[in-house]
C-alpha cells in the first residue's frame, strides 16, 4: 500500500485575540480530530492497525501533523488517513455515503467544529499541501446534518425485527444457481425493483419452480431478518402462486356474446 500522507490540522484565532489561540481549545479539537483518525483506521481494516505520531508542531501556532505508521501487520492494510479525509468530503458535500460512514468520523467533524466562530475563528485540514476542508460555519452546518441522518438510521436500524417470521412476497422469480444441488433463487419485488434472496430447496423444482420462473408470483417462506435491512435477508420458499398473465375471461364469454341475425328476426317480428 502507498504510503498516506501526513495530515494537518491547523486552528485560527479570534480577532480580538490578536489571532491566539487557547490551548485549551486547541486540545478539544484535536482530540476530536483524533477519534476521528481512530474511527477511521477501524473502519478501513476491521481493527485499529495504525498509530498517528506527531510529526511536527509549529512553534507560536496552533498547527499540528500527524503521521500514520503501521503497528499490526497482516494483509494489506487501508489509511485511516485516507478514510477520514474521504468521509470528510462526503459530509462537505452531503453526499450519500455520509450515511455509511462510522459515528466516530461524523462526531469527530461535529466536535472540530462546533463553536466555531466564538471560541476559534475556523480550522483548516490539509493533506499534504493539498486543502481537504475549511472547518467554519458551512462545515458546522453540513456535520449537524450528518449526525442528524445518522441518528436517524440508527434510530431506524435499532427497531428493526431480527429473526424468522413466515411471509409472503411479491415480485419476479428467478433461479440464478442450480450447481451442486444448491437451488438458490432471487426475487425482484413489484414494489421498488429490490431483490431478495431465496431458497427454494424444500420445492418441487419440476412442478413448483420452473413454471414460476420469470413470471410475477407470490412465494411463502420462512423469512430471515437480519435487523440492518427492513426486508429480509433470505427466504425459504415454501409455496408459489403464480399470477395469470391475462384475466380468466372464458367463464364471461356469454354476457359479451351477439345475437345472430335470425334471432334478431325472430325477436322483432
Known amino acids: 500500500m502507498p504510503e498516506s500522507q501526513d495530515l494537518t490540522l491547523t486552528l485560527h484565532g479570534l480577532d480580538e ?3 491566539a489561540v487557547d ?5 478539544s479539537k484535536f482530540s476530536a480530530f483524533m477519534k476521528g483518525l481512530a474511527s477511521a483506521d477501524l473502519a478501513a481494516n476491521g481493527s485499529r492497525r ?3 505520531l506527531v510529526s511536527d508542531l509549529v512553534k507560536n501556532t496552533a498547527t499540528a501533523k500527524v503521521h500514520e505508521q503501521l503497528v499490526v501487520t497482516g494483509v494489506a492494510p487501508g489509511s485511516g488517513i485516507n478514510y477520514y479525509t ?3 468530503g462526503y459530509i462537505l458535500s452531503k453526499s450519500p455515503e455520509r450515511r455509511l460512514l462510522p459515528d466516530g468520523i461524523i462526531k469527530s467533524a461535529v466536535g472540530l467544529s462546533r463553536d466555531v466562530g466564538k471560541i476559534f475563528k475556523f480550522a483548516e485540514l490539509k ?3 493539498k486543502p481537504i476542508a475549511i472547518i467554519n460555519g458551512d462545515f458546522w452546518t453540513c456535520a449537524v446534518e450528518a449526525q442528524k441522518i445518522k441518528a ?3 434510530a431506524a436500524s435499532a427497531n428493526r425485527f431480527t429473526g424468522t417470521a413466515f411471509g409472503s412476497f411479491d415480485g419476479i422469480l428467478e433461479m440464478v444457481d442450480m450447481r451442486h444441488g444448491s437451488k438458490k433463487a432471487v426475487l425482484t419485488l413489484t414494489a421498488g425493483g429490490l431483490e431478495i434472496q431465496c431458497d427454494t430447496s424444500v420445492m418441487n423444482p419440476d412442478e413448483d419452480v420452473h413454471p414460476a420462473l420469470g413470471h410475477r408470483c407470490i412465494v411463502y417462506g420462512l423469512a430471515y431478518y437480519d435487523g440492518v435491512s427492513a426486508l429480509p435477508a433470505s427466504v425459504e420458499i415454501r409455496r408459489i402462486d403464480v399470477h395469470k398473465a391475462d384475466a380468466d375471461l372464458i367463464r364471461w ?5 351477439t345475437q345472430d341475425e335470425s334471432d334478431e328476426e325472430d325477436d322483432w317480428a
Do not use: M, P, R
Not at 490551548?23 to 486540545?27: G, K, L, Y
Not at 364469454?253 to 356474446?257: A, E, G, I
Open 17 to 19: 485575540f490578536n489571532h
Open 23 to 27: 490551548a485549551e481549545v486547541f486540545a
Open 50 to 52: 495504525h498509530k498517528y
Open 86 to 88: 474521504t468521509g470528510i
Open 127 to 129: 493533506l499534504g499541501d
Open 152 to 154: 436517524n438510521d440508527n
Open 253 to 257: 364469454k356469454h354476457f359479451f356474446s
